[in-house]
């Protein structure tokens, strides 16, 4: 039996719920220097978009199970980890801004 991106990622990696965004995890490290790309593994297509309402570029990719979105900050990289669902959620709520 294969796993998904999504579920990898989980397992391998520390994560914390975030509050009241179900599907939703953050890296429990804060904010590290491995990019988005390094994360995946240089598999998936990453976007970079500045979004209305947000201070920092983000960047994003989706995967089997869910996605990745990070948030560029001066000092490395805050990244959430999202199953389908909160990927969808998150990704329509910073294009509604």
Known sequence: MTTNMFHELK?????KPIWGCP?????????????????????NTVYEEIFTGTTDPVLYCFFEGGGL??????NGYLHTLCDTDGMNRKIAS????
Not at 11 to 15: E, G, I, L, Q
Not at 69 to 74: A, P, V
């Open 11 to 15: 397992n391998n990696y520390k994560w």
């Open 23 to 43: 599907g939703r995890y953050i890296f429990s490290s804060g904010v590290v220097k491995i990019t988005i790309q390094q994360l995946t593994n240089n598999i």
């Open 69 to 74: 979105i990070s948030y560029r900050k001066e």
């Open 94 to 97: 910073l294009k509604q801004n």
